[in-house]
């Protein structure tokens, strides 16, 4: 029989499970493969694509792109949204949906995408033209290379070639503190920039094109993205780390970590607490 004199209390544990994105914190939207609807079958139209970030910011379908659920060099398990190049895209009609004033706030931008285009187009922005001050963010393929631009007519972007037939995983992290974005390119830093001001734009983030002053679609991206993830932080490097390894991991992206990356081998985890009872 228990001692009654003895006093029971909830003590502080640790458990391990696999990292994911469910466990950053500040996500603004997250946009996955595979989907949730199954129905959904290889070449069918991807008429929504949902925000799983929990914020509720899914996409309002314009032209939707069609679902590869069989794209060379990714997982044959983790299909992609094929956009065409000259009509496809999503966009979030709701303004306040990662809306980054480059100067002022520090975000985090990271893409799983693939393409065989040396100039593929916008692949996920939030601009209206390609003056300075109509731009807060936009990223894109460019004479084969990975490039984005913050608030200004200055382009971070990767050395390393950007397309092909396997997909690659790009990360731009903006840093107001000191005033920067960063290019990430499968995990190694590529490039740093000053970025520059940015007004309000009229749209929320776009994913296959870009706006222009007048709000028309235009520079429409051809290739495949199978993951979008905007955070409203700048991740340090561990959580940067993490993210790129869930990322890679998923997609069957390993080979394209560099040797010294923490989770080239192993998939990220993360330690939570949970109250055991103990007496």
Not at 8 to 34: I, R
Not at 114 to 133: K, L
Not at 234 to 254: M, N, W
Request: glycine share 8%; with cysteine; aromatic share 10%.
């Amino acid at each position: 029989r228990k001692d009654p004199t003895t006093q029971s209390v909830f003590g502080p544990k640790k458990f391990t499970t696999a990292f994911s994105p469910e466990d950053v914190e500040d996500k603004e939207l997250w946009l996955s493969t595979p989907l949730a609807d199954a129905a959904i079958g290889d070449t069918d139209a991807v008429s929504a694509w949902p925000d799983i970030s929990g914020q509720g910011h899914s996409p309002n379908t314009i032209d939707a792109g069609t679902l590869d659920a069989t794209a060379t060099g990714i997982k044959s398990t983790i299909p992609a949204v094929v956009f065409n190049g000259s009509a496809d895209y999503y966009r979030i009609t709701d303004n306040t949906v990662a809306d980054f004033t480059a100067t002022t706030e520090s975000y985090a931008i990271f893409i799983v995408y693939q393409c065989s285009t040396d100039d593929g187009g916008h692949m996920v922005t939030r601009t209206q033209g390609s003056g300075s001050s109509q731009r807060q963010f936009r990223t894109e393929i460019s004479s084969n290379l990975l490039f984005a631009s913050f608030g200004n007519s200055s382009y971070v972007g990767s050395s390393s070639t950007g397309t092909g037939t396997g997909f690659n995983m790009g990360a731009f992290l903006i840093n107001d503190q000191v005033n920067k974005s960063f290019c990430y390119f499968n995990g190694t830093y590529e490039d740093s920039e000053t970025v520059g001001s940015a007004a309000l734009t009229n749209s929320g983030p776009l994913i296959g094109a870009s706006l222009n002053p007048s709000d028309v679609v235009q520079s429409f991206f051809e290739g495949k993205i199978a993951e979008v993830l905007i955070v409203g932080h700048y991740p340090p490097d561990e959580e940067r780390e993490k993210i790129e390894g869930y990322l890679a991991h998923k997609h069957g992206l390993t080979a394209n970590l560099p040797s010294t990356h923490p989770y080239k081998t192993n998939a990220p985890t993360s330690e939570k607490d949970f109250a055991e009872y103990s007496s």
